[in-house]
């Protein structure tokens, strides 16, 4: 009971914070929806909510009636229409099955890198270490999978390729992790412009390597590589028509499992936290603080570089110079929203992965531009950030926080 206590407090802070911005976000839609706004003055009731049967189809209209459609086609766009799902069910039929529950699958798809990444910040950020850096260990983990893949191909067996590839990915992912960690503990740069300037390089050696004629496609104008599919894929946990959900996904929350467990139960992952808290106190205590920032920044990089070979050699099937696209940053928000716990981090990401998938669904029905979806997350970043903005907005009480971490006695004892 005391467990499901703390949890919902600190879930209240960055649930409110959705719910606001998704308000938000709702005055936003009423107010620039001009056309609904200018029969105010003829006809209120239809320019705000009006309900009505077309064609034997309900229909909402009015300023508000385009929020419930709006925020609808979002939820319908990132969980799929629970009664179209239930009818594909008992139908039987795989292709009208798969059709129904595609938006799901999906919106998880989304979410697997999300995951790898934000577990990767949440890891660097426990030991006082901003990791910026996390698209460009993504990017050299999946360059790392594609050149394995690609030299195995037609050698070894399907399933070799596979573990090599991922292998290879970590291990690249937490060297380019590992160079910012040493850097800093050894001359004290700083790891926020190292790992950004290592962002560049990255995108650099991928646009490179894919001039080569072993990686790029053959006959492709654009800087990607070949097509891993027929040479290794990662198992699809449904196997139906166009599902793309494979067993990355699974790997992502047993790694949730794995930084958790690293973190909260094994001594150095107290070391890492002590490391994190107050660095002075660690190194008083006998602690290794260089060795714990190299260790947590290679262990982030290991993380980033595992889902960026699970994307390149599963869902997406080929790397590309934008494979990574904006998970970096976003890993970045979804770790602090998640109050950098490994348990939060996948339900983050899976906010943040239905917010995009269902987005694209709410832009083509009801006209909202998909910056607005932008907005909203951004908002969700700004209120997380304001902790004190939502408890006075939602009245919520402050309670006292437990430590988070136990003092440090000179010896290196935890004392409680």
């Known amino acids: 009971m005391n467990r499901l206590k703390a949890f919902l407090r600190r879930a209240a802070v960055p649930a409110l914070s959705v719910v606001t911005a998704l308000l938000v976000g709702a005055i936003v839609i009423v107010l620039t929806d ?18 009505e049967t077309v064609n034997g189809k309900t229909v909402i209209s009015g ?26 069910l008992q139908t039987g039929k795989e292709r009208d099955i798969a059709t129904a529950i595609r938006p799901l699958t999906e919106t998880l798809v989304a979410t697997m890198p999300l995951i790898f990444t934000g577990l990767a910040v949440a890891i660097s950020f426990r030991a006082g270490m901003f990791n910026i850096g996390g698209g460009g260990q ?15 191909a037609g050698q070894v067996p399907s399933p070799v390729i596979l573990i090599a590839a991922l292998t290879v990915a970590t291990l690249a992912g937490g060297f380019w992790g590992f160079i910012p960690g040493f850097l800093k503990a050894r001359t004290g740069a700083h790891e926020v412009i190292t790992t950004i300037m290592l962002n560049y390089i990255a995108a650099l050696v991928v646009f490179f390597a894919l001039r080569s004629p072993t990686l790029r496609a053959a006959g492709s104008t654009s800087p990607v590589s070949k097509n891993l599919s027929p040479i290794v894929d ?21 790694m949730a499992v794995a930084v958790s467990w690293l ?10 936290r002590a490391s994190g808290f107050n660095l002075t106190a660690a190194r008083y205590a006998g602690m290794s603080a260089g060795g714990s920032m190299m260790l947590a920044m290679a262990l982030s990089g290991a993380l980033a570089g595992m889902g960026g070979g699970f994307m390149v050699i599963g869902t997406v099937g080929q790397l590309t110079l934008d494979l990574s696209g904006s998970i970096g940053f976003t890993a970045i928000a979804l ?17 943040f992965g239905a917010l995009t998938n269902g987005g694209k669904l709410m832009g083509v029905q009801s006209g909202i531009p998909f910056d607005l979806l932008v907005f909203i997350m951004a908002l969700v970043i700004m209120f ?6 939502i408890r006075s907005i939602w009245r919520v009480k402050v309670a006292k926080p437990a430590p988070e971490i136990a003092a440090v006695t000179p010896t290196g004892a935890p004392t409680v």
């Open 384 to 389: 997380v950030a304001a902790p004190g903005l």
């Open 34 to 51: 001009f056309e609904a706004l200018a029969k105010i003055g003829s006809d209120p009731a239809r320019a705000l909510f009006w309900v």
């Open 263 to 272: 973190l909260f139960r094994t001594t150095k992952g107290f070391e890492l």
């Open 234 to 254: 990662v198992p699809n946990i449904i196997n139906l028509p166009n599902i793309r959900l494979d067993y990355g996904f699974v790997v992502a929350l047993l």
């Open 335 to 351: 770790a602090l929203l998640a109050g950098l716990r490994p348990s939060g981090v996948v339900m983050a990401a899976l906010l």
């Open 63 to 88: 300023a508000l009636g385009g929020v419930v459609n709006a925020y609808g086609a979002m939820l319908s766009g990132a969980f799929g229409d629970p009664g179209r799902i239930i009818t594909a």
């Open 138 to 152: 993504l990017m050299i983990g999946a360059l790392g999978a594609t050149i394995t893949a690609i030299m195995l």
